[in-house]
């Protein structure tokens, strides 16, 4: 059902530029945060270079269609945008980088767990794929993969997280997860209480 409203039709430029369906009606709009926490380069996503799409705007605030309850996350990773729904059909978008390949997934989930930087231990497959990668790395280390917060989904070992490699954010990296940059992380962080329901679309 929600597909039908990110599918693009009239071309109307701006909404064409930030990945958003015209024929859903989504107005766009920046939201009003603090100096420093929305970054240059708003319609950067209108290019497809890797130095321009690693430059990808922070956090802005969109109009929303029906049909998802304020205090739930909606991501798409065909968007490479994550969605924090707000009151009066309004959310949140944050850019993220997705997963690659076969780790690519779908579903409805659920926050089970919030840490602070989190600590990382590589799954064997990754050391397989990467045998220099270090067994553990430390919560707070500046090269850790998860940056500075961690938002569990369910039982899985997926997670939403920030990163050590923020030019990575708008691409197909991740084997699962996803990343954010670290002050939208944390920005999402303070907003998701456990439980809160989590869909996961292409």
Not at 86 to 99: D, H, M, W
Not at 149 to 157: N, T
């Amino acid at each position: 059902m929600a597909a039908r409203f990110w599918k693009e039709a009239k071309p109307v430029l701006v909404m064409r530029i930030l990945g958003l369906s015209s024929a859903a009606g989504l107005a766009v709009a920046l939201i009003a945060l603090p100096a420093g926490h929305v970054s240059a380069g708003l319609f950067d996503s209108v290019t497809s270079s890797h130095q321009q799409r690693s430059r990808v705007v922070g956090r802005h605030l969109v109009s929303f269609p029906p049909g998802y309850e304020p205090g739930t996350v909606l991501v798409q990773f065909i968007r490479a945008r994550l969605y924090y729904v707000l009151p009066n059909r309004r959310a949140i978008g944050y850019p993220i980088a997705t997963p690659k390949g076969d780790a690519r997934w779908s579903g409805e989930t659920h926050v089970s767990a919030k840490k602070v930087n989190p600590s990382w231990t590589p799954t064997a497959e990754m050391r397989r794929e990467n045998p220099d990668l270090p067994a553990h790395v430390p919560g707070g280390h500046p090269q850790n993969p998860l940056g500075v917060r961690a938002i569990y989904l369910g039982k899985s070992l997926y997670r939403i997280h920030g990163t050590d490699a923020p030019w990575s954010v708008g691409q197909a990296v991740s084997h699962g997860c996803i990343r954010m940059y670290n002050q939208n992380v944390a920005d999402l962080y303070q907003r998701v209480p456990i439980g809160m329901r989590v869909f996961v679309t292409w």
